[in-house]
């Protein structure tokens, strides 16, 4: 299979020199994404185009088609025949082969194009293949201007090509052509789509979570933060960052006035994230804010949370609603996660400042032990994306089974685009589809005295869900682990 990936638009109105950058950005990104599925993909290209051929024999067509579409800066993938030349009357064989059953009741043009010496026009190409197409089909006619289908075809010296099928790409720019930034995540709607939205438009990102509380919160972020890096950031490395904030927290409740906890709580995390921000060649710090959406996100707080900190604000969400959010978030995948993530309500004052002071904030904020945010700047940890997972520590010891028993069932605790593309099969066992996120609140329905053996790809979710499960006194609970 042969593919021809177009950059987004933007890409291609740069000057040369920035869209040679960009170009190769782009290449060096889809070389090393493929790779991981084969290493025997070509990816080759020129300053408009990359042209990707896949060997034809090892089912790969749907994971490279899934993984191109997941990498900022493409804008269309097309399926491409290549075939050698013979004459005009084989290529309109092939073109009638390809495109006759999809012009029924519809329009379509031929657009072709013609590289090297030949005895005929592009136009002669044109018209032949149309008139095969009229001929062999159920097509409503030719429309050069606005056809529902178009074929392209390019004939280059001894060989010809026919465009099939074409795919939408993410757009924007390729990752690490841009500069980097650090996005402050929660888990939640907001967090993890602007940290994809900045992906999208080219910024490497790292990622700075603020613990207020709870191991189950910072399990639930390494999560969607693996998840985000992995379908939408894989080709850069990128650290996930935790910061213990509950002393902070506890000092602001403890020293401020009660109206202005969270004006004040999000410019400690900016001054924080600033300082941490030195130490990782960071251009700019990324949030979830939207416009009103809280009282700590009118224009006057948003005013005066910035200026705890020098660096750039961006706020990808700011003018979106709720509604265009969660919908963003369910198309890229984040949508469950943000549905079943721990929520931290310590910090709601009862009347909050919706116009605060800067000067009175600053007295406020005066109050403070500074001791207090310094340690916990200092006492952050900083962990690889690509390793969050085998990272983090599961409370229980776990059981693996490498042989299940006929009566024990398989729960395929994998995110829903995993488990389609390569789906769990076994002979005997009931397999039952139950995403890590949802695990918990389905797992009081099933029946108590069957035992469950979790199953993922790696054995890194399954094993640490079941640690999880069997510290709450779930004794049933074990791991499928077929190749331990």
């Known amino acids: 299979m042969k593919l021809l990936i177009r950059p987004a638009q933007e890409v291609a109105i740069k000057s040369k020199p920035v869209r040679r950058q960009q170009m190769r950005h782009l290449r060096q990104n889809i070389r090393k994404l493929l790779a991981r599925l084969d290493h025997d993909i ?13 060997p034809d024999d ?47 009741g519809r329009t379509f043009a031929v657009r072709a194009r013609r590289h090297g010496e030949h005895d005929f026009r592009s136009i002669d190409l044109e018209r032949s293949v149309g008139a095969a197409l009229m001929q062999a089909s159920s097509a409503r006619g030719v429309n050069l201007r606005e056809p529902d289908v178009e074929v392209r075809i390019e004939v280059r010296d001894e060989q010809f090509h026919i465009a099939h099928r074409k795919h939408r790409g993410t757009g924007g720019y390729p990752l690490g052509s841009v500069e980097n930034v650090m996005t402050l995540v929660s888990g939640g709607y907001d967090s993890s789509v602007a940290a994809y939205l900045m992906l999208r438009r080219g910024l490497r990102s790292h990622y700075l979570f603020f613990n207020l509380g709870g191991v189950a919160h910072e399990v639930g972020v390494r999560q969607v933060v693996h998840y985000l890096w992995d379908r939408y950031g894989a080709s850069h490395n990128a650290r996930f960052i935790s910061v213990p904030f509950e002393g902070v927290v506890a000092e602001i409740m403890r020293s401020v006035s009660h109206r202005h906890w969270g004006v004040i709580l999000k410019r400690q995390m900016l001054r924080a994230a600033a300082e941490i921000a030195k130490h990782n060649n960071v251009a700019g710090l990324v949030t979830g804010d939207a416009v009103a959406q809280v009282s700590s ?22 003018a979106m609603d709720k509604e265009s959010i969660i919908q963003i978030a369910r198309d890229i995948g984040t949508e469950p996660f943000a549905r079943t993530m721990p929520e931290y309500c310590g910090v709601i004052s009862r009347k909050p400042a919706t116009r605060a002071k800067l000067y009175r904030v600053e007295a406020d904020e005066a109050l403070m032990d500074p001791t207090v ?26 059981e693996l089974v490498q042989t299940p028993g006929v009566d024990d069932v398989i729960i395929d605790v994998r995110h829903p685009h995993e488990g389609e593309q390569s789906p769990l099969k076994l002979t005997s066992n009931e397999i039952l589809q139950i995403p890590f996120y949802e695990l918990r609140q389905q797992l009081a329905a099933l029946p108590d005295n069957r035992q469950y053996l979790l199953y993922c790809d790696r054995g890194t979710m399954s094993r640490l869900h079941a640690g999880h499960l069997r510290a709450e006194g779930r004794d049933n609970i074990k791991v499928y682990a077929p190749g331990a």
Request: charged content about 30%.
């Open 373 to 398: 945010l310094a340690g916990a700047i200092e006492a952050r940890e900083e962990t690889p994306v690509d390793r969050l997972l085998e990272s983090t520590v599961t409370p229980e010891d776990v």
């Open 58 to 104: 090892r089912g790969l067509s749907g994971p490279v088609l899934d993984a191109l579409q997941r990498i900022p800066g493409i804008s269309t993938i097309q399926e491409i025949g290549v075939f050698p030349f013979v004459d005009l009357e084989d290529v309109a064989e092939k073109a009638v082969q390809a495109f006759a059953d999809r012009l029924n």
């Open 297 to 318: 996100q009118t224009l006057t707080n948003l005013n005066v949370v910035d200026r705890a900190s020098d660096e750039v604000v961006m706020r990808p969400l700011i």
């Open 42 to 54: 070509r990816v080759d290209g020129s300053w408009d185009r990359v042209d990707v051929e896949v």
